[in-house]
């Protein structure tokens, strides 16, 4: 059987051909170049933060050196530039964890003063338990308030109960109810002479926020920037005062000998 093509259908056959071919191409041209400009945006996306991440490390040893920074921390690398910034607050507010402790300077604070401490956000499960049971995760965060009288050396404790739960360690005082998303508050009156407070966490981690009128310096916020080419990162660190973990309390230094 013979096939007769007639005029002009061997030009559309190839005409689709060709079509096809270069759909194709296109496709992988396409392809190929966006692969392309994602790998530039993550390098240059790294790079910025790396600058920026940078500025953080300048800023955290600076204030290991005792200084605060007083004007913005720049710096220039290539097409990247970043600016750090270091900021005093006089309010505390951090996550510490059970174990840990969060630590104030109260050395220039006037007792006549209270201090408004609140802890556990009632929006974050992971410290609103929804149990009320003694132990290491069974309620919501206990606190363990340390007044330290550095001229006496005397030492006062307080411990809070979390609101509306009372495990049954019978030594442990009620805390008052919520307050600006806290699930327990307490109107702390510090001891005459306190020149330091701990607050530990019991049961659970927990963020922890101390205000009060006449507070000094008691964290730092680290604002570190960087761009370049299209990338541009932000970092936000805060850091609390420089305090000897919790284990210290109940270790024992002896410049000599401790047996007699």
Known sequence: MRAFWKSGQVGLLLLVVMSVIIAIALS???RSLSDTVLSRQESESSRAFRVAENGVEQALNALRENEVPSENITQTVGVYEGSTRVAGSTSYS????????????LSSFDAANDLAIKW????DQSENISTCNEG?????????????????????????NPYDCEPTVEFLDSSSGVAEG????????????????????IYADT?????????????????????????????????GLDMPPSVFDFALFS????IK
């Open 207 to 239: 963020t922890i926020t101390v205000e009060g009128n006449g507070l000094g310096t008691q964290l730092y916020l680290i604002e570190a920037a960087a761009e370049g080419g299209d990338a541009k990162k932000e970092i936000e660190v805060k850091r």
């Open 255 to 258: 410049g000599g000998g401790i």
């Open 28 to 30: 992988l041209a396409s």
């Open 94 to 105: 951090l996550f510490v964890r059970e174990g840990d402790q969060a630590g104030l300077d």
């Open 182 to 201: 806290y699930l327990s508050t307490v109107n702390y009156n510090v001891p005459d002479g306190t020149t330091l407070l701990k607050i530990r966490p």
């Open 136 to 160: 290491s995760g069974g309620a919501p965060a206990a606190i363990e308030i340390v007044a330290i009288n550095g001229t006496l050396g005397t030492v006062y404790f307080s411990y809070y």
């Open 120 to 123: 556990t956000r009632i929006d």
